[in-house]
């Protein structure tokens, strides 16, 4: 078993859908370990998203992640970064496969209702992020 940190976008809190995300991602098997509703301020967003300033979307990013409140969750399954990736399908909504959360909840590229860790290494870094290992429950880290 092993973890990684999924968002719950604030698109996805403002129009009703974070209890069918969260529900859709128990169903594929994952166990949360943490969770928490959070409004990033500027500064946790610009810390928490570091790896992309820079990048054109970096401003729209950390304004979009600071308009309204997330859901940042610790979760735990077997192979849980590729697994997660899989379950919540291409940013592009248009690109998703149907049927994963990003194809079913997602109203654009920007406004995609889910953040994914994207490797194990980043998986460790954002967990801890808004985490401590201590908070994990049932945590076999």
Do not use: W
Not at 76 to 82: F, K, L, M, Q, Y
Not at 110 to 127: C, F, L, P, Q, V
């Amino acid at each position: 078993m092993s973890q990684t940190l999924a968002i719950i976008k604030p698109d996805a809190t403002g129009n009703g859908k974070a209890g069918k995300i969260l529900a859709h991602l128990e169903d594929e098997g994952f166990t949360v370990r943490a969770i928490r509703m959070v409004r990033l301020t500027r500064a946790q967003a610009e810390a928490f998203y570091e790896v992309h300033r820079g990048r054109p979307f970096y401003e729209e990013l950390v304004e979009f992640m600071t308009s309204g409140p997330c859901i940042p969750l610790a979760l735990e399954a077997d192979d849980a970064v590729s697994r997660l990736r899989e379950v919540i399908g291409a940013t592009d909504p248009t690109e998703a496969e149907e049927g994963t959360i990003r194809k079913l909840y997602a109203e654009s590229k920007g406004r995609n209702a889910i953040h994914a860790s994207d490797s194990d290494e980043n998986a460790a870094r954002e967990t801890s992020f808004f985490f401590p290992e201590a908070e994990r429950i049932g945590s076999g880290r």
